[in-house]
């Protein structure tokens, strides 16, 4: 079956405009999570989503950062007034049911780049 | 932070067994341990994960120690296609990854 999808691909924006990332879980997957890997690190932890409740998001890096899952199926990350340091790669990935126990699959990630 | 702590590299040879260690000597009695690995400008992918009794997969095998505080995941016969980094993650009953810095795994030919 259809894996994570994400889009787009690759982001290219300049600093200080809005993003809109957006992420098509697995169908049927009711947790939804965003990471954000930096070069040369492992991807780390943003929010979580249990059908449309963000039900942690102690990892948003501070209030420009936003997520939403309306239908409790694709997510969208919002990130306002971008800067350079948001440049990543933002990661998307999905699992059958929280908590533990079960395998997240990943997306192949939005490559973010803020000039 | 991470609770797990990984050699940064390793290499083996094509055909033969990889056997990749992993120290989580904090983890506690309800904590799994799971291993991911990311292949260059992909997304992480789930390889395995157990809690006390050794796993084996299609993919590898994944033995834990008695007293939990170790790990190793084995690939039993490397292929160039498993050249990527591994992670070792430890994770309780929520649901957050937190992935280290992993070991860069290259296979040679």
């Known amino acids: 079956g259809a894996g994570v999808s994400q889009t787009p691909s690759n982001k290219v924006t300049e600093k200080g405009k809005y993003v809109e990332l957006r992420c098509d879980p697995i169908?049927?997957?009711?947790?939804l999570y965003w990471y954000r890997q930096s070069l040369g690190q492992g991807p780390e932890f943003l929010i979580y989503?249990?059908?449309?409740?963000?039900?942690?998001d102690s990892g948003l890096p501070n209030d420009r950062f936003f997520a939403v899952r309306p239908e409790g199926s694709v997510s969208t990350l919002k990130i306002q007034r971008t800067e350079r340091g948001d440049s990543a790669v933002y990661l998307c990935?999905?699992?059958?049911?929280?908590?533990?126990?079960?395998?997240?699959?990943f997306g192949p990630g939005t490559r973010l780049t803020v000039l | 932070d991470a609770k797990t702590t990984q050699p940064p590299s390793m290499d083996c040879a094509e055909g033969r067994a990889a056997n990749l260690p992993c120290n989580h000597s904090?983890?506690?009695?309800?904590?799994?341990v799971y291993w991911y690995r990311q292949i260059h400008s992909q997304g992480p992918q789930y390889i395995i994960h157990?809690?006390?009794n050794n796993e084996t997969n299609e993919m590898a095998s994944l033995i834990i120690t008695e007293d939990r505080k170790s790990s190793t995941l084995i690939l039993p016969h490397a292929t160039l296609r498993d050249t990527a980094v591994y992670y070792c993650?430890?994770?309780?009953?929520?649901?957050?990854?937190?992935f280290g810095s992993g070991t860069r795994l290259l296979v040679r030919p």
């Open positions: 989503f249990q059908g449309t409740g963000a039900a942690d």
């Open positions: 169908s049927g997957h009711t947790a």
């Open positions: 157990g809690l006390k």
């Open positions: 990935a999905s699992s059958l049911m929280a908590p533990g126990g079960n395998e997240q699959f």
């Open positions: 904090t983890i506690s009695g309800n904590e799994y």
């Open positions: 993650i430890v994770q309780d009953s929520s649901y957050k990854l937190i």
